[in-house]
Nanobody, 114 residues
């Protein structure tokens, strides 16, 4: 069973940056399309960005130009670089296999506030 451990969250002011990491177990990580998701209080979980095995990426409109997803297959890790953060980015952030989700990890809290 794949296990996912997210880290790197924190509290920042608007305009700040954070880099999230997600370490995944399993030997097939390199072939997975991986995604970052977030869930704000009182809202449903939503996808933020995905990266395919070949490196192709997609982003939800609200984060385009600000967030960058990347992966290091040698480390079974996917990253989310978040720049120009806004208060509306405040949420718990999760990663997962986009097409065959594993049990969700604990997530990492991102709070953007002045």
């Amino acid at each position: 069973q794949v296990q996912l451990v997210e880290s790197g969250g924190g509290s920042v002011q608007p305009g700040g940056s954070l880099r999230l990491s997600c370490a995944a177990s399993g030997s097939l990580f390199s072939i997975y399309t991986m995604g970052w998701y977030r869930q704000a209080p009182g809202k449903q979980r939503e996808w933020v960005a995905v990266i395919r095995s070949g490196g192709g990426t997609n982003y939800r409109d609200s984060v385009k130009g600000r967030f960058t997803i990347s992966r290091d297959n040698a480390k079974n890790t996917v990253y989310l670089q978040m720049n120009s953060l806004k208060p509306e980015d405040t949420a718990v952030y999760y990663c997962n296999n986009h097409y065959s989700p594993a049990p969700w990890g604990q997530g990492t809290q991102v709070t953007v506030s002045s």
